[in-house]
């Protein structure tokens, strides 16, 4: 059941409108907590009460402690409140995956989870852009910033490409573990379609994190010991730039990219950076817990600098809000985890097995993109791609998955896992 309830928040959260709304986060709360409950009744009945040890928990620890603290010396208490618990669902779901996807069965059934949902939400987009959005309950006009962007069933197009730049190196790490025959046809026509996705998203930081994404992963495998394709990986390369320079002669994201500098419906660069100085301000008022967590909507009204046509609900800049509302001692904390993050990944590359350096390279390549894309944009202020992403996060720091079916030599299992509490 705890699996299944992850499987459920994964293709819950991104269908509907991204769960930016109240009604879809108390979803989120309710279905974690029934996973959390099925959990801690499944160990209590089997009486397995091991810890499973990641290079995250300490961090993770200490982050909450920031976060409490910050609570209590919040500018907006309740506002707080609800932060706190969103953020206690995330890390919840993170020990789920870590606990409770073991088997190299269960690592594939959740990737075909996050591939799938992707494929759905291209089919959505591009069925909303060319048939005149048959989906009324899809319909965001009202408040999109442009509805001719293709933002399938998120209320925003760069959200959109923030959760497609996250499955696209997914998916290209799940193609080097080995898929033959009709599975490899059909991923890979898969992944031609997350690309158009990404690209009809016009989402320039959406490109911009999907190129850092795929870069890491390039660099990653052309020095991997265990990779013997580097130049399948060279020609690759060479066939994404000709695909760039092709898709940029393109004379809708020539348009789209020539609005960096302009000022447009949507926040340009340099907005951005003028709502950013507000932001710094707005920390040095508040250094040591910040202004509470979730509380930047409500305070930075008070430190918006003049000239900004548009009300900033978010910081457009993943790491200034999150400073803004936790307070400068989180620096050492997001560092430390990312540290912890790239260190563990790099060290299960070096595992022999094609689906833990494949799984792991995808999902570190995705967390790198989203990572760069933060920083123009709020995506992990986004419940359904904060979810993505802690659960990418929890596949490269867990442990390595066991094989279905114990493996045998000179009569002797060698790779079963013994399991407390059962008989021998």
Known sequence: ???????????????????????????????????????????????????????????ILILLILVILSAIFSMHRYTSLWAFILLLNYITIYYLVIHTVKTRSQVRHLFYVIIGVAALLTIIGLLKILCGNPFPWWDYTAFQYNPNRLSATFGNANHLAGYMEMAIPLLLGFLITGLRGGRLFLMNGITFFLFLSLILSLSRGGWFGAFAGLFFMAFALLFNRYFESKRLVIALACIFFVVVFIVLSSTVVVKRIRTVEKMEDTPSLSSRATGWAGIVKMIKDHPLFGTGPGTFAVVFTQYQPSGLTLRYFNAHNDYLQVISEAGLPIIPIIGWMIIAFYRKGFEKLNNPSRLVRGTTIGAMSGVTAILIHGIFDFNLYVPANALLFTVLAAIVVLPVPTPDKPEFRNGEVINEQPVKGNNP
């Open 1 to 59: 059941m705890p699996r299944y309830a992850l499987y459920a928040l994964l293709i819950f959260t991104p269908l509907a409108r991204a769960s930016v709304q109240g009604w879809a986060i108390s979803i989120i709360n309710l279905v974690t907590l029934l996973a959390l409950t099925a959990l801690l009744l499944e160990k209590t009945l089997t009486w397995e009460w091991q810890w499973i040890k990641t290079p995250l928990d300490w961090p």
